[in-house]
């Protein structure tokens, strides 16, 4: 939003930039769930009563991760700063979910992509995971949930 602010007191146009965020989702979830995993394993193992709850995380921080920065991405574009700027052309920039594909085979291979799907954002998807959610995908925006 600084870039827009400048041009536009610049008297330059702003309705020219467009960018976005990137957020890598299921390498959140491939290193947290690993964390877990090691936390488990040095509580007994998964049938340690302690373990029970950790176990319950896995799959869980990335899109945690990802909702939280669309909570934040929300607040920064729906200030009257950025509308402002906005009558004058600026655009949003958007979320981009990248990295949605699922690497862990115990997940629904469309599991991160439906759990993003909202308004004013991106998804980068490997043609298989396109495949899949034209297949059995529920679209719905579930983001904002």
């Given at each position: 939003m600084g870039e827009c602010k400048r041009r536009h007191a610049a008297g330059q146009p702003i309705n020219t930039l467009a960018s976005v965020a990137s957020f890598f989702v299921s390498r959140v979830d491939g290193l947290v769930d690993k964390?877990?995993?090691?936390h488990i394993q040095t509580l007994g193992g998964e049938?340690?009563?302690?373990?029970?709850?950790?176990?319950?995380?896995?799959?869980?921080?990335?899109?945690?991760?990802a909702k939280l920065a669309y909570g934040r991405f929300r607040e920064r574009f729906g200030t009257d700063r950025f509308k402002a700027l906005a009558q004058h052309g600026a655009r949003l920039q958007r979320p981009l979910w990248a990295s949605t594909s699922t690497k862990n085979p115990a997940y629904p291979d469309v599991y991160y992509v439906e759990a993003l799907l909202g308004p004013d954002t991106v998804d980068t998807m490997p043609p298989a995971t396109i495949v899949a959610y034209k297949d059995h995908g529920k679209p719905k925006p579930r983001l904002g949930e």
């Open positions: 964390q877990l995993d090691e049938k340690a009563p302690e373990a029970k709850p950790l176990a319950a995380l896995r799959g869980q921080a990335a899109i945690a991760n």
